[in-house]
């Protein structure tokens, strides 16, 4: 499976974004997608993470209130919308996908990632 993540961009303490993960070849309802996000000079953190199969959703304490993540299953998308933002959402976002339902927290888990999108939150 192949994933393609878009959406990011720069944006003002307080403004909202939405970013999209679209996944070609291989699909599955027995599957996760989850978030991550890595600043400069930190380690690649869980943002939020979804299952293909009954749609469960789950956050990080940081994002939770703020970020809402979604899918469309007809076209194989996640949506990680990001309301709110504070000038410590600014990272590299990424989208990452595993076969199985659960959804890890941890980077190691997942087998498939999208290229990354730059959220920069800045005034």
């Known amino acids: 499976v192949q994933l393609q993540a878009s959406g990011g961009g720069l944006v003002q303490p307080g403004g909202s974004l939405r970013l999209s993960c679209v996944a070609s070849?291989?699909?599955?309802?027995?599957?996760?997608t989850a978030w991550f996000r890595q600043a400069p000079g930190k380690e690649r953190e869980f943002v939020a993470g979804?299952?293909?199969?009954?749609?469960?959703?789950y956050y990080a304490d940081s994002v939770k209130g703020r970020f809402t993540i979604s899918k469309n299953s007809a076209k194989n998308t996640v949506y990680l919308q990001m309301n709110s933002m504070k000038l410590e959402d600014t990272a590299v976002y990424y989208c990452?996908?595993?076969?199985?339902?659960?959804?890890?927290?941890?980077?190691?888990?997942?087998?498939?990632w999208g290229q990354g999108t730059l959220v920069t939150v800045s005034s």
């Open positions: 990452a996908l595993r076969w199985g339902s659960t959804v890890h927290r941890t980077a190691e888990y997942y087998g498939s």
């Open positions: 070849g291989r699909t599955s309802n027995d599957a996760a």
């Open positions: 979804i299952r293909w199969s009954g749609g469960n959703t």
